[in-house]
């Protein structure tokens, strides 16, 4: 993918980072908390180009804006990794498991 929103654990905390046009910056800074088995972090978009982070709960970080036309013109969500070795086989969508085919 060339544009996108990309939110994740790292190990030690959660952070936001965005891809514009190839090109990787950080949006919200890592902000340590405990990893949680079973817990993803979330991406509110609250409207217009306003954002939050949350993990097991809570908000982490501050709402931001995120303003670059590439990303607000397509909003998909979905399984993201950078890792090539990182397979999808299924994901779980309200409740019901979506196996992938190709």
Not at 83 to 99: A, H, I, M, Q, R
Request: charged share 10%; proline share 4%; no cysteine.
């Amino acid at each position: 993918p060339q544009n996108g929103i990309y939110a994740y654990h790292d190990g030690a905390g959660v952070a936001l980072d965005k891809l514009v046009a190839g090109t990787w910056s950080n949006v919200i800074a890592r902000v340590t908390v405990a990893f949680a088995a079973d817990v993803a972090p979330t991406l509110i978009p609250l409207g217009g180009n306003q954002w939050q982070l949350w993990y097991n709960g809570s908000q982490r970080g501050s709402t931001v804006a995120i303003s670059d036309a590439s990303i607000l013109a397509g909003r998909y969500y979905g399984l993201f990794s950078t890792y090539s070795g990182n397979t999808f086989s299924e994901f779980t969508l309200d409740g019901k498991v979506v196996p992938f085919g190709f």
